[in-house]
């Protein structure tokens, strides 16, 4: 059954939480001390045997000046931001929320030597909604939309979490302190994997465009984000490192033909740079699937299209302390980072969505589309336990064509399909958050994102074409135990 183990993040999260809380009363938890004094009662890693088993619960509450309902399934649970393909809002929101900060999850990690030099590793992750107990599933919140009209639906849009068993990372292999690391299975691609490490809100759905779309991390194409049957290799020596990584594709794997990217980058004195390249054929795009008057999404399953992406991209960062003469000084980091992508025809003709999801491919890119994005950003961390974080994201569409069906050569395109002429996307965020120690910590933020001309298309009350413009502010505060 599809959604078999949709309750086994939250059920093995919460029991380990339980278990923790019953071993300490709550009464000793604060023991007359200040808030950043208070005891913490989950040891420092749950490890065993080179096994170490870990985990994130993120709930807390947000309001929206616009936006849909909460929905059970869809990663985050809420629409973030401006840029999305359902263009959805519904009025404003108040609501209780998740994964605000981190996607909550559940995983296992293994690092266990099994000859001198050499260690065996692997990582199991999935990712749940705790409000729900349901392992996150993007597709499932567009199939459940199916034929609701626009501003009546909940939550959804397209993602790499599907409802797998593992909706992150699945994957194992050999490592060696000088020879690198090789791995197989499920992994990150290679530009989520420098995102993480480059985007001053830390892929927060909340507060961040890089984290909420999965947009860019998939070179253009969220299902792209993640590469199942994959395999990894990556080095590092001295302040260098390389990656690379290759992928067959797979008919439900969401990226149907053969991926490569590669990855190199290097640290020196505070300062970090990473190049990233990224070439994937038949990522799959799930598209919106309010009913506009045709009827729900067609026959046998999901509205999608095929494309081939290509991205370059440069992410940088700079590390310096503040009153270096203290024992325990202040930090700030500046973030700054590019991506240019493009999304060209792609002759994929049939397969599936991530974790199997049927789909009918109905759009053939004619001209491509490209698009360019940068962010900026910074976070300045004090001993105390508090962090203030602010980012800018900017993005940029082309105006493309596309014709019908997987051979379509009508090219429709700006006049005759708004959402397909050039507009800009903008986003700026601030967040703050005191961790009370390395297990627990509460976070607030704000988040306000806007869409213009093309990008803005769609949203009820824009003028169709070239014209228009639609925003949201967010408002999310939560509270955050990791293990």
Request: proline fraction near 4%; include cysteine; charge should be negative.
């Amino acid at each position: 059954m599809k959604k078999c183990c949709y309750l086994s993040g939250a059920a093995i999260a919460l029991a380990l939480l339980c278990g923790a809380a019953q071993a300490n009363d709550l009464a000793d938890l604060f023991d007359g001390s200040p808030l950043s004094a208070v005891k913490d009662p989950l040891p420092d890693s749950l490890t065993m045997a080179g096994v170490t088993v870990y985990g994130t619960v993120d709930i807390g509450y947000a309001y929206q000046s616009k936006g849909v309902p909460l929905n059970g399934s869809f990663p985050g649970g809420l629409e973030y931001q401006a840029f999305t393909t359902t263009r959805n809002f519904a009025g404003a929101q108040s609501t209780v929320a998740e994964s605000g900060l981190e996607q909550s999850k559940i995983g296992i990690r293994v690092d266990e030597p099994i000859i001198e030099g050499l260690s065996l590793v692997a990582n199991l992750e999935t990712g749940f909604n705790p409000l729900s107990g349901e392992l996150t599933d993007a597709c499932k919140s567009l199939s459940e939309n199916s034929g609701v009209p626009q501003g009546q639906q909940t939550a959804n849009a397209d993602s790499s979490r599907c409802g797998q068993a593992f909706n992150s990372v699945a994957f194992g292999g050999a490592s060696s302190p000088t020879y690198g690391t090789l791995t197989i299975g499920r992994h990150n691609a290679l530009e989520l994997t420098s995102l993480a490490a480059y985007d001053p809100q830390g892929l927060s759905y909340a507060f961040s465009f890089l984290g909420y779309s999965g947009f860019d991390g998939g070179a253009g194409s969220t299902q792209a984000a993640r590469w199942d049957n994959s395999v990894k290799y990556a080095v590092t020596h001295g302040p260098v490192h390389l990656a690379g990584m290759f992928s067959n594709g797979g008919s439900d794997t969401g990226i149907l033909g053969q991926s490569f990217g590669v990855n190199a980058g290097g640290s020196y004195m505070g300062f970090s740079l990473d190049a990233v390249y990224q070439k994937e054929r038949g990522a799959i795009n799930l598209r919106s699937s309010f009913d506009n008057g045709a009827g729900p999404i067609p026959t046998p399953g999901l509205a999608a299209y095929a494309s081939i992406d290509t991205s370059y991209n440069i992410m940088g960062k700079y590390s310096f302390d503040i009153n270096r003469g203290s024992t325990a000084p202040d930090k700030v980091t500046l973030y700054a980072g590019y991506s240019h992508m493009e999304k060209a025809h792609s002759s994929a003709s049939f397969g599936n969505a991530q974790d199997g999801y049927p789909i009918s491919l109905g759009i053939n890119i004619n001209n491509s589309a490209e698009y360019n994005l940068e962010w900026v950003g910074a976070k300045y961390v004090l001993p105390s336990g508090w962090s203030f974080t602010g980012a800018f994201y900017h993005a940029t569409q082309n105006s493309w064509t596309i014709g019908l069906g997987t051979g379509g050569t009508q090219a429709i395109g700006c006049s005759a399909a708004g959402l397909l002429c050039a507009g800009d996307f903008n986003e700026v965020s601030g967040s703050v958050d005191y961790a009370f120690n390395k297990h627990y910590d509460v976070y607030a933020g704000v988040n306000y994102s806007e869409v213009t001309d093309g990008l803005a298309n769609g949203y009820v009350g824009t003028s169709v074409g070239t014209s228009g413009s639609e925003d949201q502010i967010t408002f999310m505060w939560g509270f955050r135990v990791r293990f």
